[in-house]
């Protein structure tokens, strides 16, 4: 499962749900430990799970984590489905992969206006610890302020609505991914994508109804949390600047999330 020995992940998982904490937790130990006292319940970060004592004497690599990380990532439904969890479990993860997901839909935000791509940045900066919790509200709310002005420039102008809504949407999804958390992290993911399909859902007798396309992209946008999966600079992960470790991790790590796409691809079509 996830390419995680069976024995220990017998020992950790067995019958209990899978969540991305456990399966963190079953990536970073080995088999020959299995005879020892382990912990079996995991750690409130991914940071504590990597550097963990257990980890160490297993010589377990970040990447080694991340790629069952990723594997579960692309197990899940959609990628809101996926970051919901990953928030839940480590918020600082869930904001770095919600990040990731608002980054692709920033280029619907029209030329000069800067507030969405700062408050992104803000928010992976909080994230590293150089940036404040006050500087991080202060970013959402502009970028919330900017999807107001285009909500309202979208409410005068019929041609062009399509367009100021869908930047309204990406600010709104850059607000969400300033606020550590699980909701606002699914909401992040959720906004990004409606911009992503130029959609916005409408109300039909009471019930919610998605314009064709919104479903795939939720799904497409799996590979992009996958991704900021390995790219969450946790403490292993921060070498000095122009680390070749750092860089022969991640390519590794990337190249470990493709395969196991395509894995989990073909054996559900099979």
Same mark, same amino acid.
């Given at each position: 499962?996830?390419?995680? $020995?069976?024995?220990?992940?017998?020992?950790?998982?067995?019958?209990?749900?899978?969540?991305?904490?456990?399966? #963190?937790?079953?990536?970073?130990?080995?088999?020959?430990?299995?005879?020892? =006292?382990?912990?079996?319940?995991?750690?409130?970060?991914?940071?504590?799970?990597?550097?963990?004592?257990?980890?160490?004497?297993?010589?377990?690599?970040?990447?080694?984590?991340?790629?069952?990380? #990723?594997?579960?990532?692309?197990?899940?439904?959609?990628?809101?489905?996926?970051?919901?969890?990953?928030?839940?479990?480590?918020?600082?993860?869930?904001?770095?992969?919600?990040?990731?997901?608002?980054?692709?839909?920033?280029?619907?935000? &029209?030329?000069?206006?800067?507030?969405?791509?700062?408050?992104?940045?803000?928010?992976?900066?909080?994230?590293?610890?150089?940036?404040?919790?006050?500087?991080?509200?202060?970013?959402?709310?502009?970028?919330?302020?900017?999807?107001?002005?285009?909500?309202?420039?979208?409410?005068?102008?019929?041609?062009? =609505?399509?367009?100021?809504?869908?930047?309204?949407?990406?600010?709104?999804?850059?607000?969400?991914?300033?606020?550590?958390?699980?909701?606002?992290?699914?909401?992040?993911?959720?906004?990004?994508?409606?911009?992503?399909?130029?959609?916005? &859902?409408?109300?039909?007798?009471?019930?919610?109804?998605?314009?064709?396309?919104? $479903?795939?992209?939720?799904?497409?946008?799996?590979?992009?949390?996958?991704?900021?999966?390995?790219?969450?600079?946790?403490?292993?992960?921060?070498?000095?600047?122009?680390?070749?470790?750092?860089?022969?991790?991640?390519?590794?790590?990337?190249?470990?999330? #493709?395969?196991?796409?395509?894995?989990?691809?073909?054996?559900?079509?099979?």
């Amino acid at each position: 499962m996830y390419g995680i $020995d069976k024995r220990v992940w017998s020992k950790v998982v067995g019958k209990k749900p899978i969540t991305p904490e456990l399966v #963190a937790l079953a990536a970073s130990l080995c088999p020959e430990i299995l005879s020892e =006292r382990l912990r079996t319940k995991p750690y409130g970060y991914l940071s504590w799970t990597e550097n963990s004592p257990l980890a160490t004497q297993c010589g377990t690599s970040v990447v080694q984590i991340r790629n069952a990380l #990723a594997a579960w990532v692309m197990d899940q439904e959609d990628a809101i489905k996926a970051i919901a969890p990953l928030a839940e479990w480590d918020s600082k993860l869930g904001m770095w992969c919600a990040c990731a997901v608002v980054e692709t839909a920033l280029k619907y935000i &029209p030329p000069g206006e800067p507030r969405p791509q700062r408050a992104i940045k803000t928010a992976r900066a909080w994230v590293v610890g150089r940036a404040t919790g006050k500087e991080g509200i202060e970013s959402g709310r502009a970028s919330q302020s900017a999807a107001s002005l285009y909500y309202g420039e979208a409410a005068k102008w019929d041609e062009d =609505r399509p367009a100021w809504v869908r930047a309204g949407r990406v600010a709104e999804a850059a607000r969400m991914a300033t606020i550590p958390g699980r909701a606002s992290a699914a909401k992040a993911v959720e906004y990004a994508a409606m911009a992503l399909v130029g959609s916005t &859902p409408s109300n039909e007798g009471g019930v919610t109804v998605w314009v064709e396309g919104i $479903d795939d992209e939720n799904v497409r946008l799996r590979e992009v949390v996958a991704q900021g999966v390995f790219s969450y600079p946790t403490l292993r992960t921060r070498p000095p600047s122009g680390s070749v470790e750092l860089h022969n991790a991640l390519v590794a790590g990337v190249v470990g999330a #493709a395969v196991g796409a395509l894995t989990i691809h073909f054996a559900r079509r099979s």
